[in-house]
């Protein structure tokens, strides 16, 4: 190795070992050119592995250090702003880099290296040199070597042979970059005879062929999709003129800020709500609570804001906590603001994802949908950012790294001195207290747009059902109302937050009840065409439902505790004419189940909507008279410390579901607990009467958002070593210099002790701020983890828990 200055690269390396959560060096080799935020292929002992390049510095000394292998961009896939975010990241949630860098940017190390032959002389190639047509077509547009060989030896040998007379040349291509797009190709008509007797001949002997044919003579182009038309069966009818294959090029049309849909005239609330929101923009960065009861037309002062935003060459991000769950919403966003919109979603492929965000990294797009992982779309001019139902808590990650999109969206906006709208019918606790603590700035809806009053809320007691005789899941006045409902031409929804059609299978006899045999969790029934089934909604393991107990060997195993399966059942059962859909994990796994069922339901095509919290969330139907909970005490007795909050949420946004348009509208509660104070407050709609209560037992118990809580949790498939690195951790706590401004809850085994045969066993810390705790709880989970890697099990931090 020669000494002398040099240019080296600081690069974080992909994997997940402990050993990488650092910047790796190595040297620039002369006349390569990177910068930070570029993707590099670089040597790792034996082996090579993907990174990003971090830093470029002169150094005197590279002794010792070995060069990158290859740069894949020429673009940086990540801007530096984003890569400061995920140093924030590690920061603030105990992340690795790699972790962070595959959060912001998924797929991000995922590099695929494929040979391609590229054209090599500026000449075209000799017309006298032997060759298929298809193959100067493949040759000129720089195609894959398998594409090459999946049509013919022969133009295989032609390639060689052009490769030698140097018109073209074989290249390693690593998979194209983020800001570039991939070529698409459309395949048009080329010739002007009757495709569709073409496309008759071929009918038996080249189905592909035939099909494709017949789609170009109604058509006369289409986007060449090659796995359902490869080369081979293209190749002939291009060869055979029928046919030719263009590079696409297609132009979104441009979008113009209305597209479609008028504006319409806010009301009086709006109105105001949107002036102050709109002062506090232009003043930078802010943080406003907009505390708006369910059908106050919260959106449609969001669309107003977004609409600054981009009057003011801005960008605006919006979350919304599934995206799958508000296909509505994302409607109206693209009626009101076109092709200005990029929609950011689980279900894009990578490719698809990498052009959105082109659009957005080009300023494009100037409005960002999506969930969690959207907030960290590449905006470089962010002005606005709302968080739409912020009380969710899916906006925090389960797994690694467990950042909570409100937090990083707030990191962001004040980087960018942009504004901070969270939405709520029912603000998080944490949120409130941010108003109280004068951190944030309280904005509100008290009345609906339509100006009807909120859904009275009236509740039932079913012991009362009970002692008067009526064994139904539903109690008389549900039933009636129902039928009401129904008559009048209207529509209802009931809801239940269990899927499934039981609960539990229990005995009878001797009250055992069926467990996983892999998971502390017992089965849940569920109705299958032939028959009941028990389902661990844990790790997938299934079994038919028998009636004999194992455990006392009685005929007396049944369901019990009602789930959605039921309520349909019994709907069905009590009035056979009435139409039902049902909207709950299991009916909406099917790609596009979910929007056929809010499209359906919307169209009016059933009169009653069974769902889970899947329909609690931003929906708007406006024929929707009736509202039931069929069983609300479902959730009042979760073990959370956060039960009350999340069950007087769930219950005003379901109730919010009535009466927000044509129609007044009802909400009947059913419980066998109606003095429980989250239903209490849900009935008058006191959101401020609830705040107060909740935050005086949070500040007694010390819960957030009096204090901040981590979980540590060990898994292993021995018991004994995941309850020993718990141990261990807590102990390394106890001994650690911030052992005082920690509270650590003795160790234990985790809400579910097993699943999929991993014990779990877990350590819960409360403290005031992460920034006094972080270094010590951070040293002593490096430790532990590192041997429980090395043992075969996993340990993971939780920052900022939400549950426990
Ligand atoms: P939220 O998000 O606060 O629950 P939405 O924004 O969904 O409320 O609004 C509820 C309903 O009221 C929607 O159907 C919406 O189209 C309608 N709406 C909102 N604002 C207005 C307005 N200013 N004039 C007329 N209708 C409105």
Known sequence: ??????????????????????????????????????????????????????AVREVANVGGLRPLARVIDRVPVLTPHQMRMAEW?????????????????????????????????DAPVPDDVKASTLFRFIAESEPEWSEIRARSKADERAARAWAEAGFVREELRVDEAVGEKRRAYLVTRASEVDLRREAERRSRRARRQSELLLHLAEAGEMPWDR?????????????????????????????????????PELTPYQVAAVRALAEMARQGHGVALLHGVTGSGKTEVYMHLIRGAIEDEGQALVLVPEIALTPQLVQRFERRFGGRVAV????????ERREEWTRVLEGEASVVIGARSAVFAPMRKLRLVVIDEEHEPSYKQEDAPHYDAREVAMWRAREAGALVVLGSATPSLASMFRVERGDARLVSLPVRANRRPLPPVDVIDMREELRAGNRSIFSRRLAAELERTVSEGMQAILFL???????????????HSMECPRCDIHLTVHRRADGHVLVCHYCGHEEPLVRRCPACAEDALVPYGLGTEQVEQHLLRTWPAMRVLRMDLDTTRRKGALESIIDRFQRGEA?????????????????????????????????????????????????????????????????????????????SHDYRQFYERERESREFFRYPPFCELAVFLASHSEERLARGAAARFERELARSPSAASLTVLPAGPSGIRRIDNVYRYQVVMKYAAWQDVKEDVVRAYRLVKEKMNRLGGSAVLDVNAQRI
């Open 497 to 511: 937050n269990r899927r499934g059609y039981a609960h539990a299978a229990l005995c009878r006899a001797c009250g």
């Open 227 to 263: 796995r359902a038309y490869p080369l081979s069966s293209v190749a002939p009818l291009i060869e055979a003129g029928l046919v030719a294959v263009a590079e696409r090029r297609v132009k979104r049309a441009p979008a113009s800020l209305d597209a479609e849909e008028p504006w």
């Open 344 to 351: 950011l979603h689980s279900g894009l492929s990578l490719g």
């Open 607 to 683: 009169d009653v909507l069974v769902g889970t919290q899947m329909i609690a969330k931003g929906l708007d139907f406006p024929r929707v008279r009736l509202v039931g909970v069929v069983a609300a005490d479902a959730m009042l007795t979760l073990p959370d410390y956060r039960a009350n909050e999340r069950a007087f949420q769930l219950l005003t946004q379901v109730a919010g579901r009535a009466g927000r348009a044509e129609t007044d509208g009802i909400t009947l509660i059913q419980t066998y607990q109606p003095g429980h104070r989250a239903i209490e407050a849900a009935k």
């Open 89 to 121: 990241l590690c920061d603030r949630y105990a992340a690795t880099l790699p972790e962070a860098v595959s959060a912001i940017l998924p797929g991000a190390f995922r590099v695929r290296v494929r040979k391609v032959i590229v054209p090599s002389a």
């Open 1 to 54: 190795m020669t000494a002398g200055t040099a240019r080296v690269a600081e690069v974080v390396v992909d994997g997940t070992a402990l050993f990488l959560d650092k910047r790796f060096d190595y040297i620039v080799p002369p006349g390569m050119d990177v910068s930070p935020g570029v993707r590099v292929v670089v040597p790792m002992r034996d082996s090579v592995r993907s990174g990003i390049v971090w």
